[in-house]
Each structure stands twice: as C-alpha cells, then as structure tokens.
C-alpha cells in the first residue's frame, strides 16, 4: 500500500496535487484533520483493497503544533508496518 500525505499552507496547490494524484488512480481526501490519518491508514491497511492500495490524504499544515510534531514519527510507525509513506509539503510564493 502507498501513502502520500500533502500538506502545506493555504492557496499553495494542495487540491490541485490531489487532484493529479486522483488521475494517477489514487483514493485522494481532502482537508482530512490530522487526527484521522491513523483511522484512515489502520482502515485501509485492514481492509486491504485494490482501490485503497493509493491513498492521497490533503492536509492542512495549519493543524495544532502536537500533532503536526508527531507526524514524523507515526509516519515512521507506518513504514515499520510495510507501508510506503509519504510526505509532499508544498509551498507557494504570495507572487
């Protein structure tokens, strides 16, 4: 299973990636809190799907400062399960 978490601040292409991703046969959600990614990625591990092998989750960077500082490890936590995860932060110039 692969998963791409995309993030960054607002107005800097985040549902557009989506939406590429979506056309590349990912399950793309967009503005998911923080606080679902590990319901959504044990679920999608569980159930095992052709259509959720490709998980694209939108999420805004803009959520509370503990939880974006335990991304890095539960990330981790997924990979040690076989997960191929992923982060796509974007950024965009006020130009």
Do not use: H, W
Not at 10 to 15: D, E, L, M, T, V
Not at 70 to 95: H, K
């Amino acid at each position: 299973m692969e998963l791409i978490v995309v993030s960054g601040l607002s107005g800097a292409g985040k549902s557009v990636a989506l939406r590429q991703l979506e056309d590349l046969g990912y399950y793309c959600i967009d503005n998911l809190p923080l606080e679902m990614l590990g319901p959504i990625a044990k679920r999608a591990l569980r159930i095992a799907e052709q259509r959720f092998s490709r998980i694209a989750l939108g999420i805004d960077a803009r959520d509370s400062r503990d939880a974006i500082r335990g991304l890095p490890q539960y990330m981790d936590r997924l990979r040690s399960r076989g997960l191929s995860a992923r982060v796509l932060f974007l950024t965009a110039d006020e130009e």
